[in-house]
Structure formats: C-alpha cells, structure tokens
C-alpha cells in the first residue's frame, strides 16, 4: 500500500484560529481556503512511500530528531505568494527561516534521502521557505478581478515547537484529509 506522507509541525490552537479568522476577511478572493484542522508548516514533502519505507522513515526520523531540542518558530506576516509571482498561487503566511529550523529540516531530509528505501525518490530541490498556506487561489478568477485586496499584514506570532509530525494525506472529492502517523517529541 502507498501513503502520501509529509513531515509537518502542527500549530497551537490559537494560531490556528487567528489563521483562520482571515477566511472571513478575505472571502472576495477566488480561492480553496484550508481548513482551519488542515493548517500546519510543512517540513519536507516526501510523496508517495510505501509500507516498507515509511516504517524506515518513521525509524529514521526519530534517530534524527533525538538530538534536538524543542525551538521557537514566529509566524511572521500573512501575503500572497510565492513573492514577486503573478498572479499569485496562494495566500500564505511566512514563517521565519531561523537556523535551528534550516539545520533541523536539511538533517532529517539529507538522513532520509540516504536511506537505501529511498533510492528511487528524488530530492525536490526547491529553496526552503517555510510558510503555511491558507488559501490556494483560483489563478484565472483572481486576474479577472477588478479590484484585488492588497495583503500584508505583520502578525508576529510566536510559538514553541515541542514536536515534529509523520503525517499522511489522503486526498478526496471534498479535500485533503490528513492524518498524524507518528508525533515525534523534541
């Protein structure tokens, strides 16, 4: 069997909220907003592992993550995104890039992609810029507008990150749905 798995940090509750508080705000623009459950940053996407390899990946990521401490990431500013790209593909907010998260990110990617099980998958090898998305929008609608909201607005919210999280996202009709497979405790 094949499992959708990414790597994520699930946000505090309030966070979520205050995310999803901008649904209403902005509901003028053509867009599939997330739902407020289905909001997290993730980590690294790995797409599409089989049995064998994601008890590898569950395995590995815990050796990993062992060596490190709990670390503090701010949910910076709500935009649209990516930056200087029209029309944009989301609305998002940026999360700041700090060097624990950059090292955390790269160890569990390069300790995966090393992994034997994995020598099939390719790293995507895009930069990392760690952001949450709130909304994907609806390219054609959104360049028909006529009046498009400006977006930019600082939020400054800061939180602990005491865990990292194996998910698995089933896609269906009505959206994701995702669901934790392992929660990895720093």
Known sequence: ???????????????KEKLFSFTKKYSSIPAKWV???????????????????????IQSAKQVLKNYEP????????????????????????????????????????????L???????KEGKGFNPHIT?????????QRMIERPEIEISLNMPFKVNSIDIMESVLTKKGPEY????????
Request: glycine share 2%.
């Open 1 to 15: 069997m094949l499992h959708r798995v990414f790597i994520a940090i699930n946000l505090p509750e309030k966070i």
């Open 35 to 57: 739902e407020k459950e289905n909001i997290h940053i993730t980590v690294l996407f790995l797409g599409k592992l089989d049995d064998n390899q994601l008890l590898k990946t």
């Open 71 to 114: 670390f503090l990431v701010e949910v910076e500013h709500l935009a649209y995104g990516p930056d200087n790209k029209f029309p944009p593909r989301l609305i998002w907010a940026e999360v700041n890039k700090s060097k624990e998260f950059s090292v955390l990110k790269n160890d569990i990617e390069n300790t995966l992609f090393n």
């Open 116 to 122: 034997p099980e994995y020598k099939y998958k390719i």
């Open 134 to 142: 709130i909304a994907r929008i609806q390219s054609f609608k959104f």
């Open 179 to 186: 669901t934790i497979l392992e929660s990895i405790n720093l």
